[in-house]
């Protein structure tokens, strides 16, 4: 069985940081894929970053390019989600997903996990 | 970038009837390398994170029922439930990945009539 378990989210200042992790257990973490989508309260679901299956190539979304930086550790099987100069807008409950496509880039989203919430306000 | 627009933004169906859901996308996700549609469909109920429901715009994930279907070819596409059952209630969403970024609709929310 897939999980993916994120961690890390909270409470953070505007201008803060916080890292996501993500740890993923039930398949070959090391040939998919992974991204991190986040949701707004209320709000529909939009697609923050993605990181290919070595860590070689990782792409953002222009809301949150220069300020995360996404990672991934295949030993440990977890990917993260550095978030730096955090604002208000960036409140959001932030998923964790695997690629349907494994190795292949084609960013169907087959498995979330629960999701944690960051909260960014003094 | 590709943007996907969905309607109706709600939509309220008696049980066991039709429930239909639009999807739009500005331009065409259509491979003409391998003939398939980058569109995929979600399902969110409140509380949970989203479940893949169909990819390739017609494909359904294993354990879907079979009264969820997806149809259309290049930028517009629906999601049909054949027969709408009370679990069905949630926000439904598209999502393009033909490119990058991956872009979702804005959600259709079904409701019991």
């Known amino acids: 069985e897939v999980q993916l378990v994120e961690s890390g989210g909270g409470l953070v200042q505007p201008g803060g940081s916080l890292r996501l992790s993500c740890a993923a257990s039930g398949f070959s973490f090391s040939s998919h894929w992974m991204h991190w989508v986040r949701q707004a309260p209320g709000k529909g679901l939009v697609w923050v970053s993605r990181i290919k299956t070595d860590g070689s190539i990782t792409t953002y979304a222009d809301s949150v390019k220069g300020r995360f930086t996404i990672s991934r550790d295949n030993a440990k099987n977890t990917v993260y989600l550095q978030m730096n100069s955090l604002g208000a807008e960036d409140t959001a409950v932030y998923y964790c997903t695997r690629d349907g496509g494994g190795e292949a880039a084609i960013h169907y989203f087959e498995d979330w996990g629960q999701g944690t919430l960051v909260t960014v306000s003094s | 970038d590709i943007v996907v627009t969905q309607s109706p933004d709600s939509l309220a169906v008696s049980l066991g009837e039709r429930a239909t859901i639009s999807c739009k996308s500005s331009q065409s996700v259509l491979s003409s390398a391998n003939n398939k549609n980058y569109l995929g469909w979600y399902q969110q109920k409140p509380g949970q994170p989203p479940k893949l429901l169909i990819y390739?715009?017609?494909t359904r994930q294993p354990g879907v029922p079979d009264r969820f279907s997806g149809s259309g070819s290049g930028t517009d596409f629906t999601l049909t439930i054949s027969s709408l059952q009370a679990e069905d209630v949630a926000v439904y969403y598209c999502q393009q990945y033909w490119q990058t970024p991956p872009a979702f609709g804005q959600g259709t929310k079904v409701e019991i009539k």
């Open positions: 390739w715009a017609s």
